[in-house]
């Protein structure tokens, strides 16, 4: 385990709308391991937490010595630089990346955007000026890279470059929804602790989007400082959100499958497992 100077032991880096709360849930279930006061630090990513220094993010971790400690930010696998970052507070940490279905995580992610009011685009749209859109500035790639951060593969080669393979960890939605003690029980032995029981809930998904009733009553929540009161952006969005998002179109569904077929071969070929086929992507 790191020294409270080179915390933490692990990061899960992402991906985003990929299962990266249910999975904090689960490790916190471990009484082996110690995750950091709040799910997502943000100290890799966001320039304003960074500039806070090393003392600053250790503060964020509560743990014992004995402890391994860890943390789940799913942006960090999406930005080059966090893996410098990372490998320069500590070059011996173990890397944990979570994927599922790449066409079902892009539709995910849009419905998210649009549920915050943030994404006026019908999805086609969205898709077709991602590039551009992602081009603009931070918060443009943060909200509208529906597509890229789908590469997984292309993502992980950041990691890749600065730790040994023997210290990266992939771990896949759709296994650890089915089969989540067999998912934990690997995850726990790359960690290095005890495996413990899985939550018997884990197939129930955390954080899942849904489709405003009204876009303009989005806008208002996430686009005032009405946003800010907790207890008014709850309510207001549980009212305002609809049960479950609409069904993609068959022929947005085939021309990302054709996208993201290669990048999954390759990341399948990684760790032993055919996710074309596991993702339907062959038949997109």
Same mark, same amino acid.
């Given at each position: 385990?790191?020294?409270?100077?080179?915390?933490?032991?692990?990061?899960?880096?992402?991906?985003?709308?990929?299962?990266?709360?249910?999975?904090?849930?689960?490790?916190?279930?471990?009484?082996?391991?110690?995750?950091?006061?709040?799910?997502?630090?943000?100290?890799?990513?966001?320039?304003?937490?960074?500039?806070?220094?090393?003392?600053?993010?250790?503060?964020?971790?509560?743990?014992?010595?004995?402890?391994?400690?860890?943390?789940?930010?799913?942006?960090?696998?999406?930005?080059?630089?966090?893996?410098?970052?990372?490998?320069?507070?500590?070059?011996?940490?173990?890397?944990?990346?979570?994927?599922?279905?790449?066409?079902?995580?892009?539709?995910?992610?849009?419905?998210?955007?649009?549920?915050?009011?943030?994404?006026?685009?019908?999805?086609?749209?969205?898709?077709?000026?991602?590039?551009?859109?992602?081009?603009?500035?931070?918060?443009?790639?943060?909200?509208?890279?529906?597509?890229?951060?789908?590469?997984?593969?292309?993502?992980?080669?950041?990691?890749?470059?600065?730790?040994?393979?023997?210290?990266?960890? !992939?771990?896949? #939605?759709?296994?650890?929804?089915? =089969?989540? $003690?067999?998912?934990?029980?690997? *995850?726990?032995?790359?960690? %290095?602790?005890?495996?413990?029981?899985?939550?018997?809930?884990?197939?129930?998904?955390?954080?899942?989007?849904?489709?405003?009733?009204?876009?303009?009553?989005?806008?208002?929540?996430?686009?005032?400082?009405?946003?800010?009161?907790?207890?008014?952006?709850?309510?207001?969005?549980?009212?305002?959100?609809?049960?479950?998002?609409?069904?993609?179109? !068959?022929?947005? #569904?085939?021309?990302?499958?054709? =996208?993201? $077929?290669?990048?999954?071969?390759? *990341?399948?070929?990684?760790? %032993?497992?055919?996710?074309?086929?596991?993702?339907?992507?062959?038949?997109?």
């Amino acid at each position: 385990m790191a020294s409270r100077e080179s915390y933490p032991d692990f990061i899960v880096v992402g991906a985003q709308k990929c299962g990266t709360t249910a999975l904090y849930a689960q490790l916190a279930g471990n009484p082996s391991i110690c995750l950091s006061t709040v799910k997502e630090v943000h100290y890799f990513d966001l320039e304003e937490n960074y500039a806070k220094g090393e003392n600053w993010y250790r503060d964020q971790f509560e743990c014992a010595s004995e402890a391994v400690v860890g943390e789940v930010s799913p942006m960090y696998l999406f930005l080059p630089y966090c893996a410098e970052r990372i490998h320069a507070h500590n070059p011996n940490a173990k890397i944990v990346a979570i994927v599922r279905n790449p066409i079902k995580r892009a539709w995910s992610h849009y419905w998210h955007e649009r549920s915050k009011g943030r994404e006026p685009l019908e999805f086609e749209d969205a898709i077709e000026q991602e590039l551009e859109r992602t081009s603009r500035d931070f918060e443009g790639l943060r909200r509208y890279s529906y597509v890229q951060r789908g590469m997984y593969w292309k993502q992980l080669q950041s990691y890749r470059t600065l730790f040994e393979d023997q210290n990266i960890h !992939v771990v896949v #939605a759709e296994e650890f929804y089915s =089969d989540p $003690q067999s998912s934990i029980d690997e *995850l726990c032995t790359f960690l %290095g602790v005890p495996p413990h029981s899985a939550a018997s809930n884990v197939g129930r998904k955390k954080n899942q989007g849904g489709q405003p009733r009204s876009r303009v009553l989005s806008r208002i929540i996430h686009g005032t400082p009405l946003h800010k009161i907790r207890s008014i952006k709850t309510i207001t969005e549980r009212i305002n959100k609809k049960d479950a998002y609409p069904e993609m179109n !068959v022929e947005s #569904a085939q021309s990302l499958g054709q =996208d993201f $077929q290669e990048d999954a071969r390759q *990341l399948g070929e990684y760790i %032993g497992k055919d996710l074309v086929s596991l993702w339907g992507l062959q038949h997109a």
